[in-house]
């Protein structure tokens, strides 16, 4: 792939999101009770589809299937679907469902990267456009974000079709789609049902972290830089308040009772890890955060710098090696140090701490950790003015040189 794909995927990504100030955690925590908006019964039944001869890749099926209705009528998504060469496993292929982020569209590189892992893909656009670009496998060079008849609506900014109707807002049709995009799977005779995952990249991560409470029947989810509480300034109070209960993540993530990844940078300037790692604390299941010292935020980095997202799927669907799991940090009284304990082999670990209250683009001061059997413990006290810590690691055996971190945390939470 050219440097010059690469670059087009990340600047056209998404744009810049204001993230949670002190006010607004306090308003996160007055919200009541999610509103489940989507009619799940309906979305989990089998989509029709309709075969296509637009935006053809090779060595893919492509085709519309129908998603959500939108002003009484269905919808239809565009997409790319594959399976691995060779033969079928006893019980079908594993499946993975790939969400793209703000200006990216069906990704045929995406389904080939995960049909090389052994498993099938499928790839979808949505925001009502057909596949163009000219990158990440799309060829052709047809033009971006050219749309189609019986598209759903488009994507306004940041929220910024909220004071409409809930099913005619972009965000209720991208949940709506992803979960009819599982629900195709399904169908498919050459799939095992069971063994079905979902990821996400930057607006697809956000996307994932909602489906994960919505669709239980996921076996994993894979948020890439995007998660729960983000907000943006022109909403009204009440369309806030509103927001918090029907569309942000934090809502739906209590719900989430599968094994999920939540992958980051540590560099990350749109999703910072305060907002991010409070997601993965939030989910019903279990959560494993892989926050790398350095990712770009784009597409492809998204899928091709981070093999940890392979091992992990492999660990919970194939009978890979689980990675290892870390518990929540705490400091102990009786030594004043940060103490963990964890289950797994590790190479190393470090304390990385930070006395900034705003994030965005921050980087970690760190202390070194010392490994016991089944617990981690920092070498000496967090210093005066510590806003937030958390643990980082790096994997042994067969997860060598992995990237495992703990929830960030407050010193006194």
Known sequence: MSKHHRAVGITRLIPVIVFLSIATMKLVAE???????????????EPA????????????????????DYKGKPTRVFAYYATPTGEKPEGGWPAVVCAHGGGGTAFPAWVAHWNKKGYAAIAMDLE???????????????????????????????????????KEQWFYHAVADVVRAHSLLRSFPD???????????????????AVAGVDSRLAFVIPVYGGGYIHKHDMTPDQYREYLVKWDPSAHLPFAKMPMLWVNGVNEPVFPLDGF????????????????????HGHGFGWEEVW????????VVKGGVPMPRFERPRIDPTDGLVHMKYSGQLKNASLGFTKVKEWKNQALQSIPCR????????????????????????????WGDGCINSILVAPNP
């Open 49 to 68: 589809i309709h075969e296509t001869s637009e935006r053809p890749a090779r060595g893919m099926r492509s085709f519309f299937y129908e998603g959500a």
């Open 128 to 166: 009502g456009h057909l596949p163009g670009g000219n990158y990440f496998g799309v060829g052709g060079s047809f033009p971006l974000n050219v749309g189609h008849e019986n598209a759903g609506p488009k994507r306004i900014g940041w929220f910024g079709d909220i004071a409409l109707p809930d």
């Open 308 to 315: 940890e997202i392979g091992g992990f799927a492999n660990g």
């Open 371 to 398: 490994i016991g059997k089944d617990e981690i413990i920092a070498q000496k006290p967090l210093p005066e003015g510590t806003t937030a810590f958390m643990i980082n690691a790096r994997a042994a055996g067969v």
């Open 277 to 296: 790692s409070r997601s993965a604390g939030d989910a019903g299941g279990t959560s494993i955060l892989c926050i790398r010292p350095f990712l770009p």
């Open 191 to 209: 799939i095992n049902v069971d063994k079905i995952g979902l990821t996400g990249i930057s607006w697809g991560g956000t996307i994932v972290s």
């Open 31 to 45: 919200k009541g009770e999610r509103i489940l908006v989507w009619d799940t019964k309906a979305l989990f039944g």
